[in-house]
């Protein structure tokens, strides 16, 4: 495999600009939501809401005020698929469709899709849907196209803060590393990078640095993002002891016969001989000779 | 419990699925026990199971392509689109599942043309050698292996939903052998039913057999259930059963499913009984199913909901 790359996103010069968001629509064609009608979520600037099958960039407005409101923070982060090194969706996908390209990426193969939503289910981070027009999972390619053509993935240069950088991953661990130290130096003592490591499915190719909770930006703890197959062997032995236990049960129903012997019998059966044929005459015979 | 998922959608086909499914599965697990260990009149008892089982596992292969977004591209699920060669991962429980229940089909489909031609729905000299699928060691090894598949089709879709990152679906590795019991227990409630309804010449101690059966396969389920519950943890279960859809397993499946129909089959000797009893044992597990299915979904709306 050819160097990893990734996506380094600094939440801290992040303004908001939602620039990746239009940069995102327009390379990759995504169609508008409601053909373009605008609506009003109510949530702050944050008209885009979340993730969808036509917005694979999703820029979040957090807004925080104390009780009293007197003091308040306002936090944004440009949200996309985090390409995980361990990828859940890749894991689950039963027809191949979602592959890891030379660039450490998880990309979708759209002729190959089906749309059976497994993928969706095994995502932590809410990312897949399923296009309402191709009724296929839709996400982040991180710009497969451009990159096969040496460009930046078309978010990360239009970002007119570097909030969101692009490079291969060990430099962008670094860079973000340095940072965090340069933040706590300035007495941010609460900034973090957020799957930089790899407690995290093995670390996510697009990480971030975060200055709250993982919870206050809509992204899961370490400890809930699980890798589905997990339990499919826990699952399945659990499974096989019940079918034992059920065999077993079947097993003595159909073969204690003690309290039958003494039962008398309300309705009489007919040999099977007799009742196998019985629907046409004729046919027994024909099956003797 | 991580809510920041996004909602699958896999409702009422999926749904259908596993209810039908289940029944197909536990119906034909039965009727493979009665034909390796039973005596001729338990097997002949359990034909309904024959008749039920391949035709619901059809229904089921047609919701699931209907269920799928694409679905004139369901054969992906067993080959690759690209190199046209068998795909399978043994990791991924619905490429599994797929292969599982062509299996399936297959040993159902089996024993569904056998009982036609035994019971002269479509009798034809040439399909004689059908026989020979349902005697001797080579019946036998087919109803062992059907067996097998029977209880894979009843569990795998526990393990389905186990793997995955849904809340209330990745909290207990229980929810496959929950499936298991449940789809024993709704199998043998429609095998029940169909002697009642349409099976009249099996005798009186065949249905008890099949009804001693049932009371097991409901007597376990309602265990597993408990430790499905217990595993949980008190933080989830009171998340998972505070609210619909969760609330109906503990206050409608518990009592209404399955402690009522144990307690009916206990008095089957009143008339009309042994079928209410097979009729709510059938209504609880749809509503099992169908409470397990949509609690991420009400759950990820839910928390939406609060966030915005």
Not at chain 1, 65 to 72: I, K, L, Q, V, W
Not at chain 1, 95 to 116: H, K, L, M, W
Not at chain 1, 184 to 196: E, T, V
Request: hydrophobic residues 45%; aromatic residues 10%.
């Amino acid at each position: 495999m050819a160097q990893a790359y990734g996506f380094y996103t600094d939440t801290t010069v992040c303004i908001g600009c939602k620039a990746c968001e239009v940069a995102c629509h327009q390379w990759n064609a995504l169609p508008a939501r409601n053909d373009g009608l605008v609506e009003l979520s109510g949530n702050s600037y944050d008209n885009t809401q979340a993730l969808s099958d036509v917005d694979w960039r999703h820029v979040k407005f957090i807004e925080q005020f104390s009780e009293d409101r007197t003091s308040a923070r306002w936090l944004m982060m440009s949200d996309v698929c985090k390409h995980c090194v361990n990828a859940p969706c890749l894991e689950v996908c039963p027809t191949g469709a979602i592959v890891r390209t030379e660039f450490d990426s998880v990309y979708i193969q759209e002729p190959a899709c089906n749309g059976c939503r497994d993928c969706i289910s095994a995502c932590p981070f809410g990312v897949i849907h399923v296009s309402a027009e191709k009724h296929i999972a839709q996400k982040c390619t991180f710009c497969y196209d451009r990159l096969q053509n040496n460009l930046p993935p078309a978010c990360a240069q239009a970002c007119p803060t570097a909030s969101i950088q692009f490079g291969p991953i060990e430099i962008l661990k670094q860079r973000a590393a340095l940072r965090v130290e340069q933040l706590h130096g300035q007495g941010s003592a609460d900034a973090y990078l957020y799957g930089a490591d790899d407690k995290i499915l093995g670390g996510l190719n697009a990480f971030y640095l975060l200055v709250d909770k993982p919870a206050a930006y809509g992204l899961p703890e370490s400890v809930e993002a699980k890798l589905p197959s997990r339990l499919v062997w826990p699952s399945s032995i659990r499974a096989m002891g019940t079918s034992v236990v059920m065999a077993l049960g079947m097993f003595l129903a159909f073969t204690r016969r003690k309290s039958e012997v003494k039962t008398k019998e309300l309705r009489t059966i007919k040999p099977r001989s007799e009742w196998r044929y019985s629907r046409r005459s004729g046919r027994k015979r024909r099956l003797e000779g | 419990m991580n809510l920041h998922v996004a909602d699958p959608h896999w409702g009422v086909w999926i749904i259908a699925y596993f209810f039908l499914g289940g029944i197909a599965a536990g119906a034909y697990a039965t009727a493979a026990m009665a034909r390796l260990f039973g005596k001729r009149r338990d097997q002949d008892g359990v034909r309904a199971a024959d008749y039920l089982a391949f035709p619901l596992v059809c229904l089921c292969g047609v919701i699931l392509i209907i269920d799928l977004n694409r679905p004139e591209r369901f054969w992906h699920m067993l080959m690759s689109s690209q190199t046209l060669m068998p795909i399978f991962k043994w990791w991924s429980p619905m490429s599994v599942g797929s292969w599982g229940l062509s299996l399936f089909a297959f040993f159902s489909g089996l024993s569904f043309l056998a009982v036609l031609v035994e019971d002269d729905w479509c009798y034809h000299p040439r399909l004689t050698w059908i026989y020979k699928t349902r005697e001797g060691r080579l019946g036998k090894l087919i109803s062992l292996v059907g067996l097998g598949s029977a209880f894979f089709l009843g569990s795998y879709t526990g393990v389905l939903l186990a793997a995955t990152n849904q809340p209330g679906w990745v909290e207990t590795p229980w929810l496959a052998s929950l499936f298991l019991a449940s789809s024993a227990s709704t199998g043998l409630s429609a095998i029940a039913l169909a002697n009642r309804w349409f099976f009249r010449e099996v005798s009186r101690s065949v249905l008890r057999h099949v009804e001693r059966a049932d009371r097991w396969a409901i007597s376990l389920e309602l265990i597993i259930l408990c430790i499905y519950v217990w595993s949980l943890g008190s933080d989830n279960r009171r998340i998972l059963f505070s609210d619909l859809p969760g609330w109906l397993i503990p206050w409608v499946v518990v009592p209404g499913g399955l402690l009522l129909p144990l307690a009916l089959m206990s008095r089957h000797r009143r008339r009309g009984m042994g079928e209410v009893a097979a009729i709510l044992v059938l209504t609880g597990g749809l509503i099992l199913r169908y409470a397990i299915i949509s609690i991420p979904g009400s759950l990820v709306y839910a928390h939406s909901l609060r966030d915005s």
